[in-house]
């Protein structure tokens, strides 16, 4: 019989399974909104909802085995943060390191599929 | 309030893999009675049955967020005391003093090892037993 502990552990690697499964859709899901947000930056709840989308990431990802997403996706967030300041003071907004970030949150998350396949291959 | 065990705690969570894994681990682990809610309308529907001896929220949720989700709970007689712990993948300066008065007597700060929560929610519970003290740290 097993025990609580060893419950929650198989919960916690089934769910970590589940996240980086679902990983390649969200990272698409992100990217076309990242891409939406900047077509029209002083879109402010457009800004919200991606926001809130990569903050769950960063919490998640380290969660379920992923520390490299948690930390693009902190950087990407800092960026997000820091362009949506230059637009609330009128300035030019420069993209390129939100698109920057985000390419780097992509890598990770190629990264973390490719030592996902070869934990399958090794099985 | 102080003199309570812990034994029920209202968890608020709107990433549902998260707060499955959350809810195992204190329910499983920690031996708690756990009310799990993904929103602060979920939350404000169940408080009153639940009569929570903590309420542990996490902080960034679209729509209310979690100190707006408190404040709302905090009007509910049941909760009205309650020491609340917030989880964050943030704390910036100036947040805990804010949070303080609010009732919140810790941050536990994202990521977390799911596996030693519980541990953590009791040593909390302990400290606020004890001394009451907000933790700054």
């Known amino acids: 019989m097993s025990t609580p502990d060893e419950i929650v552990a198989k919960e916690l690697t089934r769910l970590s399974a589940n996240f980086l499964e679902h990983l390649p859709q969200e990272l698409r899901a992100v990217e076309d909104e990242v891409t939406a947000w900047l077509d029209a930056p002083q879109n402010t709840r457009r800004f919200e909802i991606l926001s809130h989308r990569v903050h769950q990431l960063k919490g998640s990802g380290s969660t379920f085995g992923c520390p490299g997403i948690s930390r693009a996706a902190r950087m990407l967030e800092q960026r997000m943060g820091d362009l949506r300041r230059e637009i609330d003071a009128g300035q030019r907004p420069a993209t390129t390191d939100v698109e920057s970030a985000m390419a780097q949150l992509q890598n990770e998350g190629r990264r973390a599929q490719t030592r996902l396949r070869r934990q399958e291959g090794g099985k | ?137």
């Not at chain 2, 009569?51 to 404040?71: A, E, I, Q």
């Not at chain 2, 704390?91 to 949070?99: K, N, R, S």
Request: glycine residues 6%; hydrophobic residues 40%.
């Open chain 2, 1 to 137: 309030m102080r003199d309570r065990d812990l034994n029920r705690i209202l968890y608020v969570e709107d990433d549902a893999d998260i707060r499955k894994i959350v809810c195992m681990s204190l329910e499983m682990i920690g031996d708690y009675t756990v009310a799990a809610c993904g929103s602060c309308a979920d939350a404000l529907q169940v408080v009153d049955d639940f009569d929570p001896d903590l309420l542990l929220l996490d902080v960034m949720m679209p729509d209310v967020d979690g100190p707006s989700t408190l404040r709302k709970l905090r009007r509910r007689e049941t909760a009205a005391d309650a020491p609340a712990v917030f989880i964050t993948a943030k704390v910036q300066a100036g947040d805990m003093e804010h949070y303080g008065r609010l009732g919140v007597v810790d941050v536990i700060v994202k990521p977390f090892d799911p596996m030693t929560l519980s541990e953590r929610i009791d040593h909390i519970w302990q400290r606020y037993r004890n001394d009451g003290h907000v933790h700054t740290g």
